[in-house]
């Protein structure tokens, strides 16, 4: 990567070619690393990037998945599916579990239980002993996550401090960690949505399906669509409307909200993606938008 510039290169080369050794610096510094994949666009492109890092071998981690429980079935199919095709071991932890154990107990039964999620990461991260997490976070989704690091420290409460982070010159990262201790390393997150997209279309990527547009019921709830699902049922004195709608990301049922969009294809939503003006998470997550810092402390908490 040292000899490489950006002006040797295009920009999705680049993008490509930092994090490839990006992914090659935790495998080179981490006894245990682990690669999180969702199932969703961020975490796809992830593993077509570990492919080109370390094919034909086999991945230096496996993958893992914390399931709420409240996932989309599209998206936990394809990533069974994806997982399967590619013949790399996938570890699958739920909140539910936790919830059984008593580490994770919900206010109510319809509380959302995505916050839940860094509970289950971390019993997780202990379980197998893992040094470090490779996440598909990008700086442009949310303020939090543009003040965070590439290589992310963790203490051994697994809390960030965003006051004490390592700096990162010349694409000189630093993944070392005492036991107990873990890092987060992010290989994509100085990519923008648009570029994901742009980098889907040029892989020629397969999604699920909630990525394109497709009519689904909803409500709308504070600006927002929310979902008329099993697990977030319209209540008395709601308006259900039939909407022709599109994921931007995909997450917990509870907290992740569908746009109107007709693009049902990637060329049309590279076009829509071009000309929007709010972020993926501004538009789409409910969770995000309880406090300016919501998503600050749910990460000091431990979350991705």
């Known amino acids: 990567m040292s000899t490489l510039t950006k002006q040797t290169l295009s920009h999705l080369d680049w993008l490509e070619a930092e994090a490839i050794h990006i992914l090659r610096e935790v495998a080179g510094q981490c006894a245990n690393p682990v690669l999180l994949f969702s199932g969703g666009k961020d975490s796809i492109c992830l593993l077509r990037l570990a492919e080109k890092a370390f094919r ?14 409240h996932n989309y079935k599209e998206v936990t199919d394809f990533r069974d599916k994806r997982a399967a095709e590619l013949g790399e071991r996938l570890i699958v932890r739920s909140v539910e579990d936790s ?23 971390l019993e997780a991260i202990e379980e197998f002993g893992f040094d470090a997490c490779i996440g598909g976070a990008r700086r442009d989704e949310e303020k939090a996550r543009a003040k965070e690091r590439i290589m992310s420290f963790r203490d051994e409460f697994g809390q960030w401090d965003p006051k004490n982070q390592r700096p990162e010159l010349w694409n000189l990262y630093n993944a070392r960690s005492h036991k107990g201790e873990n890092i987060r390393a992010f290989p994509i997150s ?9 980098y889907i279309a040029r892989e020629q990527l397969e999604l699920p399906s909630i990525y394109f547009a497709h009519t689904r019921p909803v409500v709308r709830k504070n600006g927002l669509m929310q979902p008329v699902t099993d697990v977030t049922p319209a209540k008395p004195g ?18 992740t909200a569908p746009v109107e969009s007709d693009a049902d294809t990637v060329e049309k939503i590279l076009a829509e993606t071009a000309t929007t003006t709010i972020t993926e998470r501004g538009a789409t997550r409910m969770d ?4 300016e810092a919501s998503m600050e402390q749910r990460k000091k908490e431990g979350y991705f």
Do not use: Y
Request: glycine share 6%; charged share 25%.
């Open 288 to 291: 995000d938008q309880t406090s």
């Open 238 to 255: 709601d308006k259900i409307e039939q909407v022709l709608v599109r994921f931007r990301t995909v997450g917990d049922i509870t907290c």
């Open 99 to 121: 919830m059984a154990r008593g580490t994770v107990v919900l206010k109510s039964a319809d509380e959302s239980r995505n916050k839940h999620q860094s509970v289950t990461l």
């Open 190 to 198: 100085n990519w923008t949505e648009l570029d994901v997209w742009q």
């Open 56 to 69: 034909p071998g086999r991945f230096p981690f496996p993958l893992m998945h914390i399931d709420t429980g």
